[in-house]
């Protein structure tokens, strides 16, 4: 069956045959977070081929172009993620991964081609005045590429006066926008907590300090703090993702290792989790004649879309594809982004783009970290159109 095509400007689809073939060639080559170097080279020549000026290297792996065109005063970011995951593709599509172990299942890949694709078509018909600058950002899935970028001096190398990105979301229709303003995403925090005990045997528990148990504790009463400390009206996960600890059933081991993943939507929140989380560990462990290691490791910030921002993406995806093309009242999501590092810098908006849902067959519903995902090759041209429409609405001359 083959599906309509969504509203796009008319130069987008000229390219998007090219820009989609081009999406499944670094799909087929994916690299880890920093590894990123086959697809840095890809995304580098191509812009330098188009007349952009490309500085490699920023924050190890990224990419930035800029391209310059008129006397206009004004500077507009548009940025994609680069990196794949350490997943063994399992779509048996044609263009599937061709190393074992890793496949792009989170729709970097897409991101990647679909501002490719706006790249060539600003820099083909340069219908805007004022500086254009692309930041392809390496290592978003936990690694930090964003705060790699800034470390670099992203923002003082090239000024944005507004910044805006998209990531695709399986489950919502193919090509329609989620757009709001505020919190879009939650913060992401990672905590390895380590129980230390007295090793023994397991005969003769008397003699030992169970880390084990301890840890057991501390996994029970670590989900009081979300159901007991946090405000119902605020948003708090404390998952632990990973219990290491032993190797044989008859031996009590010195030690016990807890991960965990902590989310929130508020700064005020997310530092309360962090005190509590290391105040209960201290304390459980200390409880069962343990102590604690706590190994908190502040990561990805609330991403927080600019209200006139996010209002200036709504009115141009209106004007692009009409009021059906926007999903009204798009929650914010649980999943985390180191966008939001780049936001808390400079105003802008990162907006949503469905990927497809499971009623139409082949159309991304699959979600994403799954080992069947896919980008949803449709969506390419539309949202390149934004992209595109983006920056001819917001460089003008000023």
């Not at 290592?139 to 000024?159: S, V």
Request: proline fraction near 6%; include cysteine; glycine fraction near 10%.
């Amino acid at each position: 069956m083959t599906l309509p095509a969504l509203p796009a400007l008319p130069e987008v689809r000229e390219v998007a045959d090219e820009m989609v073939a081009l999406r499944r060639q670094i799909h087929a080559h994916p690299e880890l977070g920093f590894e990123e170097h086959r697809t840095s080279e890809l995304v580098a020549s191509r812009l330098e081929r188009w007349g952009y000026e490309v500085t490699r290297g920023v924050g190890r792996t990224g990419v930035v172009g800029r391209l310059r065109v008129g006397s206009g005063t004004r500077s507009l970011g548009l940025r994609a993620d680069m990196d794949a995951l350490p997943i063994t593709e399992q779509s048996g599509l044609p263009h599937a991964s061709l190393r074992p172990g890793l496949m792009h299942a989170c729709g970097h890949d897409g991101h990647t081609a679909t501002l490719l694709a706006a790249a060539r078509v600003l820099a083909l018909t340069r219908g805007f005045s004022g500086t254009l600058n692309l930041v392809f950002q390496p290592a978003e899935e936990g690694l930090g590429g964003a705060q790699a970028m800034l470390d670099d001096g992203l923002f003082e190398r090239f000024p944005c006066d507004r910044l805006f990105g998209f990531h695709n979301s399986p489950g919502a229709p193919a090509g329609k926008f989620g757009i709001r303003a505020g919190v879009v995403y939650s913060s992401s925090d990672t905590a390895v907590i380590t129980l230390r005990g007295r090793g023994g045997h397991g005969a003769k528990p008397h003699l030992a300090v169970d880390p084990i148990v301890a840890a057991s504790h501390l996994i029970i009463a670590l989900q009081s703090i979300v159901s007991r400390e946090v405000h119902p009206n605020e948003l708090a996960i404390v998952t632990v993702g990973a219990f290491h600890a032993g190797d044989a059933p008859n031996v009590i081991p010195a030690s016990a290792e807890l991960r965990l993943t902590i989310r929130a939507r508020s700064e005020a929140v997310r530092a309360q989790l962090r005190d509590r989380i290391t105040a209960m560990a201290h304390a459980q462990a200390a409880v069962h004649g343990a102590t604690a290691d706590v190994d908190y490791r502040w990561r990805y910030p609330v991403t927080i879309n600019d209200e006139a921002a996010t209002a200036f993406v709504r009115e141009t995806a209106r004007e692009l594809a009409g009021d059906d093309a926007l999903i009204p009242d798009w929650p914010p999501g649980t999943a985390s982004d180191d966008m939001g590092l780049f936001l808390q810098r400079v105003p802008g908006c990162y907006f949503n783009v469905g990927n497809g849902t499971d009623e139409t067959p082949g159309e991304g519903g699959c979600p994403v970290h799954n080992a069947g995902y896919d980008f949803n090759d449709r969506i390419l041209p539309s949202t390149a159109s934004l992209f595109v429409r983006l920056a001819q609405r917001y460089l003008v001359e000023s």
